[in-house]
């Protein structure tokens, strides 16, 4: 193959390929579009939900109260004040939704366990049930039956085949019917988005990275080997296992930067110099080689201009302010206690099924005072 030549007679220089990275695929993908967020457009739409459910729950009191007083209009012309929304129905704070959400999402990962279902479908199932709440309130669908549903989908969506009827069989209190009930709410709630981008894929590329940069041609770290780097690679994992699926990092930050997290917060100063490595342009002496004009080589190190040096240095500032602020909100994970969860899951039933509430009030109210209340 010939060179294309200047006017000069020397080789044209040819223009440099541009590089395609996991964040700039990420960056145009679905999940970026719909579902990323600052931190503020999160807190707000997680406001809105819950908002949304509140709504539902008093609609649903009001629906159950115009049933009872058909069925009870005795009880209802004696009693008049004894019915009032607040005092019979409590609903769940945003705090309390929060906690209870949690819990399913832990919940998520024996179900998975169960099956032996691989980490990538336990990963996307937990991503969407979170998704669902981003749109739905516990108040206006219990979390049971939609994660089961999420778990089920997930699995498909992740090519791992298991039928329905083997998955419901295997689940208490599960029928067929619950899950395609479920299905295409969960899908539209989804906005179809089935394609869910996670930090391990880019986490097995900053692995070869890492072992590129730092092992080859020779160790740049006297006491940094490949075992070191594999060991840094599944703690990284551990981590991600640990922290991402139950925090919001998936919402706030791209694949790349969270996996960069994960490995930075198992060991700073091996992530640290491949940081340096590939934004300063650290490089050991003996690595370095300028040319001359003939092409000799000649002692020393190659220039880089101040302009270069400044900009490279304020990116590696800002990616390692980014992805310390990652792995600090992934670890501020809320406790999830099992006698806590228990109180609001009655709260929960009761606001989507307040007509029990009623009529546990209207049956006391009847024994009280001699009057038949309506079977």
């Known amino acids: 193959m010939t060179d294309v030549l200047s006017n000069s007679g020397d080789p044209k220089p040819q223009p440099k390929k541009p590089r395609i990275s996991n964040d700039d695929l990420y960056r145009n993908s679905t999940q970026f579009e719909i579902w990323s967020f600052t931190k503020e457009e999160l807190h707000n739409a997680k406001r809105k939900v819950h908002e949304k459910g509140l709504k539902a729950a008093s609609k649903n009191f009001d629906i159950a109260l115009s049933k009872a007083k058909q069925e009870n209009p005795d009880i209802f012309q004696k009693y008049p004040n004894e019915f009032k929304k607040d005092e019979i129905i409590s609903t769940l704070t945003q705090e309390e939704e929060s906690i209870y959400l949690d819990f399913y999402v832990k919940n998520a990962t024996a179900t998975c366990n169960h099956f032996k279902m691989p980490t990538q479908v336990r990963l996307t199932a937990a991503s969407f ?4 709440y981003l749109i739905n309130s516990v108040m206006e669908y219990h979390p049971k039956n939609i994660l089961y549903t999420c778990i089920f989908l997930a699995a498909k969506s992740e090519n ?4 329905i009827e083997k998955f419901v069989n295997s689940l208490q209190n599960l029928k067929v019917k619950d899950i395609l009930d479920l299905e295409f709410i969960v899908l539209q709630s989804l906005k179809f988005t089935l394609l869910v981008h996670h930090p391990i894929r880019p986490l097995y590329g900053f692995f070869l990275d890492f072992q590129a940069e730092l092992l080859h041609p020779s160790p740049v770290m006297y006491d940094v080997s490949v ?10 994992k551990e981590w991600l296992n640990k922290y991402y699926m139950f925090s919001d990092v998936a919402f706030l930050y791209t694949p790349p930067q969270i996996a960069l997290a994960a490995m930075y917060d198992v060991d700073k ?3 640290d ?5 590939k ?12 040319v001359d004009k003939d092409g000799q080589e000649v002692n020393g190190t190659a220039e880089v201009d101040d302009k270069t040096k400044t900009s490279n240095r304020e990116q590696y500032e800002t990616l390692v302010r980014l992805i310390r602020k990652c792995s600090k909100l992934a670890k501020e994970l809320p406790e999830t206690d099992r006698e806590k969860s228990k109180d609001i899951d009655k709260k929960c039933y009761f606001a989507l099924h307040p007509y029990k509430l009623i009529n546990k009030k209207i049956k006391k109210l009847s024994n009280e005072n001699g009057t038949p209340a309506a079977s």
Do not use: V
């Open 279 to 290: 934004y300063l342009k650290e490089t050991p002496k003996d690595e370095i080689i300028e």
């Open 273 to 277: 110099k491949y940081l340096k490595r």
């Open 269 to 271: 100063r091996i992530t």
């Open 227 to 236: 075992d070191t780097i594999g060991n840094l690679y599944n703690k990284a």
């Open 129 to 132: 049930f979170k998704k669902f």
């Open 160 to 163: 791992y085949f298991i039928s």
